[in-house]
């Protein structure tokens, strides 16, 4: 069984970064893609980024792209995703997730239902 850890959230101003760190551990370890989403108060879980476990390859919700960085260390099996020039509402409680979907399609990529492991999250606060 795959368990996934993040850590890294916390507070921080409007225009300033923060790094998330995503921890993977479990015996077999088949996974194909792996990605962050995240979730305001009051609204769904929205796609952020996805990486290529097996190259470096990457994906970008528009909301974030040129702002924030998804990057993995195979042999530590940890993801991150680095976030800069933050804004308010990127404020929201961020998932790391973990999945065999293949990194051919990229609406899948966007699918929470396409990932089978998740972990707690961890929260992300940007004061204006």
């Known amino acids: 069984q795959v368990r996934l850890t993040e850590s890294g959230g916390g507070l921080v101003q409007a225009g300033g970064s923060l790094t998330l760190s995503c921890a993977a551990s479990?015996?077999?370890?088949?996974?194909?893609?792996m990605g962050w989403f995240r979730q305001a108060p009051g609204l769904e879980r929205e796609f952020v980024a996805a990486?290529?476990?097996?190259?470096?390859?990457?994906y970008y919700s528009d909301s974030v792209k040129g702002r924030f960085t998804i990057s993995k260390d195979n042999l530590k099996r940890m993801m991150y995703l680095q976030m800069n020039s933050l804004k308010s509402e990127d404020t929201a409680h961020y998932y790391c997730?973990?999945?065999?979907?293949?990194?051919?399609?990229?609406?899948?990529?966007?699918?929470?239902?396409?990932?089978?492991?998740w972990g707690q999250g961890t929260q992300v606060t940007v004061s204006s």
């Open positions: 990486i290529n476990w097996n190259s470096k390859s990457t």
């Open positions: 479990g015996g077999s370890f088949h996974i194909y893609t």
């Open positions: 997730a973990a999945g065999t979907l293949p990194f051919t399609d990229f609406a899948r990529l966007a699918r929470e239902y396409e990932y089978a492991h």
